[in-house]
């Protein structure tokens, strides 16, 4: 018994309350205790993955959602106003010269009109149902704003073309119409740009966030390397060393 009791200090201090609590348990439930931290190391690194890559899905998806349909539908806007000054000018140059093309300008231009109005009214449900700005809402309403103005001289342009007022029509255009249509565009533009500027950082988001990722899993698969080779060390060092002992006192009695 003397060489059982010299062979205690084996053990270090700083474990021996661990050391202790293992040795009670049976040897099937020290198994079992490893094999269930083990688990649930595991279970934490894939937790951690699924977290990051839904935190990074819902950046892609705001990217490639809800912010490229806003993109899409502005820039369609800018074209739209675009057609829309050209088609105008062309039918007041036309009607002098070819009757039939001005009309065909005419009609194009009350068409880019409709379309616009169309298009005007799917970007602000986008915008009523989509994480916006307090800025890109009052662009908004700016933008608006400038349609209900330009609408009208438009409108009085392209009547007084088909009425064959020609000179009334280009000064109208000139005069009313080409001012409310440039702060118009400048306006889409604004917000054109400032989406696109919203894309960039959630993009630059994504990105950081993947980075936090790829360096969560990295340090969680390493603590679980330590936590595994820490534990497995531990078991096997409660059912190891009282079977050294055992087997030590044994050749000392014989």
Known sequence: WTAAVNLQPTIPKSDRLLAQTLTSLSIASRLRLGFGCLLVLMIGIAAGGLWSLHTVNQQMRAITGPGAAKAKRVNTMLETVGALGIQSRSAAMLNEIDGQQAQAQIAAARKSLQDYQQHQAALAKLFASADTTPEQQQLLSDIEALAQKARPEMETALKAIEDGDTVSA????????APAESAWRAKLAELIERQNQLNAASAEQAER???????????????????????ARRITASITLPI???VVVAERIA
């Open 209 to 231: 966030l993947q980075g936090q990722a790829r360096g969560l899993g990295a340090g969680l698969v390493a603590v679980a390397a330590l936590l595994g080779w820490w534990i």
């Open 170 to 177: 280009t000064l109208t255009l000139m005069t009313r119409a």
């Open 244 to 246: 050294g002992r055992a």
